[in-house]
């Protein structure tokens, strides 16, 4: 039998993706047949899921790896590098070698099984009540499909994964499930996760403690839809995405926070906008908020990792009151302040490679203090679903089932407002369908979520080969990444994606 306490490093070393995607067949599997047992076990398994997001080998999940897959490749960001694994995902020039393809691969299936081995072992559970089960049973069912998202939306076509795996011989003969039935599996999971998880947790001092809640499954479930109704998977299911979004709207768990600049100041997260953010502090720090700080501001130098550019930035009327808090155009140190543009710092100055100086991001800056004292790291929250994407969801998704209609304006212009814009009237539904586009673009900016709107709109090749660095080798096929060419070697099975 194998100690409780030990199950973060029981399953990170033997149930790490659909069998660790390791190199070296293993020895032995852990099959948990007597845990979890009580409801603190389950509270420790569920802290175990959280781990494959913020641990892992070379931060692979969400401190570096998911950036490099999901924001690098965007128009809005920039990678500072011009020959790395950073360029060649920025520049569409990377294969299917690539570091961060396998790395957040391995993090994806890893948590996909532990959630696995933990719904098929609940129901077995004896020592604790039915609402108990419900939770936890809800909880992992929502991070299986959050992964499993993820994975499509990255890959297209990948291993849908229902059940754990635990011998190597069967792990090396799995293959890859069409898209559309990797999306029902997803949206089934959802729909039990919202029936079974709660508002917010017995024991939790806001709705977003890190734990899956029902409006995080309902808000993930109306993307979801959203993507299953857009260009790559053509399904019409903008009224169960509307449906979804509304749900979250009518439980009243949320609401917007009145100043945008507000939310990205660490001691405001978990805040009454957030939904489901992944969860920093402590020991699990975020090396993001470095990466995505520019060099050569005194003792507040980041790693500087990417950027954004003037062109995205000039998109923003001036009058927007989330311009200034998107982008870091000035920092004061002490008695210096260095700016992006100008002498002293003119820390934007990318020249020659670029002719005009480039913004940073201003949304995770926050450090609580010097981050010169915080080895490099913050305790900011990555940020999955806030409550103004849940009204921009349902505005789009309300505007394609049925027109722009009174609750489709009635959300968009609450975050429009917020932002200090004009509200927006008498749209034909095309005209409404590029507002909600535009908005997500402003509202939403690093947040990975561009890159996945520019695939489900449609528009994933006119708008990067417009690029001046995507344009460098992107083709049509590289909507989908290659699949790792590890995992070929390891199981060449599930064969690689078109053109790659």
């Not at 906008?273 to 969860?279: G, L, T, V």
């Not at 990792?305 to 140190?333: E, G, H, I």
């Amino acid at each position: 039998m194998i100690p409780k306490t030990l199950l973060f490093s029981v399953v990170a070393l033997t149930l790490a993706g659909c069998r660790n995607w390791l190199v070296e067949e293993p020895q032995s599997f852990f099959t948990p047949d007597d845990f979890p047992t009580t409801e603190a076990d389950l509270r420790i398994a569920l802290g175990g899921i959280d781990d494959w997001y913020t641990g892992g080998q070379s931060q692979a999940y969400f401190h570096r790896g998911w950036p490099m897959l999901a924001e690098v490749p965007s128009d809005q960001t920039v990678a500072q590098s011009a020959s790395d694994s950073r360029y060649a995902q920025d520049s569409y020039t990377l294969n299917a070698s690539n570091e961060w393809l396998w790395r957040v691969w391995r993090q994806i299936y890893g948590a996909i099984n532990q959630a696995n081995v933990l719904i098929a072992r609940i129901p077995q559970m004896t020592q604790v009540s039915q609402d108990v089960k419900n939770r936890y049973l809800g909880a992992f069912k929502f991070h299986r499909a959050f992964n499993h998202f993820n994975a499509v939306r990255v890959w297209g076509s990948v291993p849908l994964m229902m059940r754990p795996t635990t011998e190597f011989a069967t792990a090396t003969q799995i293959t890859r499930a069409p898209i559309a039935e990797i999306y029902d599996s997803i949206a089934l999971d959802l729909e039990d996760a919202a029936t079974l998880l709660p508002l917010r947790w017995p024991d939790a001092a806001t709705p977003d403690d890190g734990r899956p809640s029902r409006g995080a499954a309902n808000a993930m479930l109306a993307d979801v839809y959203l993507n299953m109704s857009g260009a790559l998977v053509q399904e019409n299911h903008w009224a169960d995405a509307a449906r979804a979004a509304k749900a979250v709207i009518d439980s009243k768990a949320y609401s917007l926070v009145l100043n945008f600049a507000d939310l990205w100041l660490i001691k405001n997260k978990n805040g009454p906008e957030h939904i489901y953010s992944i969860q920093f502090g402590g020991l699990k720090r975020n090396l993001f908020t470095s990466q995505s700080r520019p060099s050569g501001i005194g003792v507040e130098s980041g790693i500087n990792y990417w950027y954004s550019t003037p062109d995205f930035m000039t998109t923003f009327s001036d009058s927007d009151a989330r311009k200034k808090p998107t982008f870091l155009t000035q920092v004061t140190v002490g008695t210096t302040t260095y700016r992006y543009d100008t002498l002293p710092g003119f820390f934007g100055d990318k020249r020659p490679r670029f002719p005009k100086p480039m913004p940073y991001y201003g949304k995770f800056y926050d450090a609580n203090g010097s981050i010169a004292n915080n080895n490099g790291r913050t305790d900011l929250n990555w940020p999955i679903y806030r409550y103004a994407e849940v009204l921009l969801m349902f505005a789009e998704a309300e505007n394609e089932a049925n027109g722009p209609t009174a609750d489709a304006y009635s959300a968009i212009n609450q975050v429009r407002a917020r932002a200090k814009l004009p509200a927006l009237a008498g749209l034909s539904q095309d005209q409404f369908r590029d507002a909600v586009h535009q908005e997500r673009s402003w509202e939403l900016a690093f947040e990975s979520k561009r890159l996945f709107d520019l695939k489900r709109w449609g528009t994933f090749y006119s708008v990067l080969s417009q690029d001046p660095v995507a344009k460098i080798g992107i083709k049509d096929f590289m909507v989908f990444l290659p699949i790792p060419q590890r995992e070929i070697d390891l199981n060449p099975v599930l064969g690689q994606n078109t053109g790659w």
